[in-house]
């Protein structure tokens, strides 16, 4: 029903975000809900998913993002909190390329899939993801030579207070981290804003 809502972040939780449009207040679940700033405008790609128990609406920074999550939707096992989870536990170019080389055990790290779970994943998916790998790599060569985990970790900084000429004064600090994830990242990130 809703392509996308264009509004105010006015709450950010680890789960979800509100989104002030026209004075109504819509709760979002994001895989991502530390990318926004509270008090700024943006423009959210929705997903409706209607259930006996309600309506929830699922949000993502990109119609590439959405499209992503209604692929893992069709997979048999995989329901929209599931779908959510691998997206959060993971970067999007990371998820794709490891669906389409087929890399099951990579898989079952995620929440809730199990062998069987990856395996039908690999086996709905495989070869629909190409285009979406390749729009992936093009934005990664815009954005330049920053990891996800790190540019999702400066993005968390922020969400947390940080000023942006203080996440910008640790950006090239964090740059040297040999860091895997976005927490790891974000640690080290605290541990040097603290140290001022």
């Known amino acids: 029903m809703y392509e996308y809502f264009e509004g105010i972040v006015t709450v950010i939780t680890p789960s979800y975000i509100v989104v002030d449009v026209n004075g109504v207040g819509y709760k979002v679940y994001s895989p991502t809900p530390f990318a926004y700033q509270k008090g700024d405008k943006a423009k959210i790609f929705i997903e409706q998913v209607v259930r006996d128990t309600g309506i929830t609406l699922y949000g993502f920074q990109s119609e590439d993002d959405k499209g992503l999550f209604l692929k893992l939707l069709s997979v048999s096992g995989i329901g929209p909190k599931s779908a959510l989870a691998i997206m959060a536990a993971e970067d ?17 790290r995620f929440p809730g899939v199990g062998k069987k779970t990856a395996s039908q994943i690999v086996l709905d998916l495989k070869g629909k993801l190409r285009d979406y790998v390749a729009r ?52 080290k990130g605290l541990a040097l804003l603290l140290k001022k």
Not at 94 to 107: F, N, P
Not at 141 to 149: D, L
């Open 92 to 108: 999007a170019n990371s998820l794709a390329e490891a669906i389409e080389q087929g890399e099951v055990k990579y898989l079952t």
């Open 136 to 187: 992936l790599d093009r934005q990664d060569e815009e954005q330049g030579n920053i990891s996800p985990a790190l540019n999702d970790a400066l993005l968390a900084l922020i969400a947390l207070g940080y000023t942006q000429k203080e996440v910008d004064r640790i950006t090239t600090k964090l740059e040297e981290v040999n860091a895997d994830t976005a927490d790891q990242y974000i640690k």
